[in-house]
């Protein structure tokens, strides 16, 4: 157990990998991310590979949700080195997002899509009106179970139980 509001790693710590992380996270709590940043800029910016460097980033954007990412950006511009680094660190963090982003965006079409699908069935096999696309499109997954729901109630009514 390690008591970091005690412990001062950047000065304590040997191994500089576990220096940086464990000064992140002594800074992280005493939300001074900015503060850990400009360190990292000025001292050990050569013992930092890129998948740490972008491990970091997301910490410390996780850590404090009030945490600007154009004071991150000025604190690198202390080191030209660092800062090209954490760009294109940055930019494959964002193209992974877009990517999670676009698979999530499918995943939820298609589950929308069985939804209205099972919906449209239901009305069509109960002889009710259809309800348009346009309305369904606009609901959420939620809207559309709970559609759903009723009308597989009133099957159940009217086919299983009468």
Same mark, same amino acid.
């Given at each position: 157990?390690?008591?970091?509001?005690?412990?001062?790693?950047?000065?304590?710590?040997?191994?500089?990998?576990?220096?940086?992380? *464990? +000064?992140?996270?002594?800074?992280?709590?005493? %939300?001074?991310?900015? &503060?850990?940043?400009?360190? *990292?800029?000025?001292?050990v910016?050569?013992q930092?590979?890129? #998948?740490?460097?972008? #491990?970091?980033?997301?910490?410390?954007?996780?850590?404090?949700?009030e945490?600007?990412?154009?004071?991150?950006? %000025?604190?690198?511009?202390? +080191?030209?080195?660092?800062?090209?680094?954490?760009?294109?660190?940055?930019e494959? *963090?964002?193209?992974?997002?877009?990517?999670? =982003? %676009?698979?999530? =965006?499918?995943?939820?079409? &298609?589950?929308?899509?069985?939804?209205? =699908?099972?919906?449209?069935?239901?009305?069509?096999?109960?002889?009710?009106?259809?309800?348009?696309?346009?309305?369904?499109?606009?609901? #959420?997954?939620?809207?559309?179970?709970?559609?759903?729901?009723?009308?597989?109630?009133?099957?159940?009514?009217?086919?299983? %139980? =009468?």
């Open positions: 157990m390690l008591d970091l509001s005690q412990y001062d790693p950047a000065a304590e710590e040997e191994d500089p990998q576990m220096r940086i992380i *464990l +000064n992140l996270m002594k800074l992280a709590r005493e %939300r001074e991310l900015v &503060r850990f940043f400009e360190w *990292l800029a000025q001292s910016v050569f930092v590979p890129d #998948s740490l460097l972008g #491990s970091l980033l997301l910490y410390a954007l996780h850590a404090d949700s945490l600007d990412s154009e004071q991150i950006y %000025r604190s690198l511009t202390a +080191n030209p080195q660092l800062e090209k680094r954490a760009m294109s660190v940055a494959k *963090l964002k193209a992974q997002g877009r990517v999670e =982003g %676009r698979v999530e =965006g499918r995943v939820e079409g &298609r589950v929308e899509g069985l939804w209205i =699908g099972k919906i449209q069935a239901l009305e069509e096999f109960l002889e009710k009106p259809p309800t348009s696309p346009e309305f369904l499109a606009l609901r #959420s997954i939620e809207e559309l179970e709970a559609m759903h729901q009723v009308l597989y109630c009133e099957y159940e009514i009217r086919f299983k %139980r =009468g």
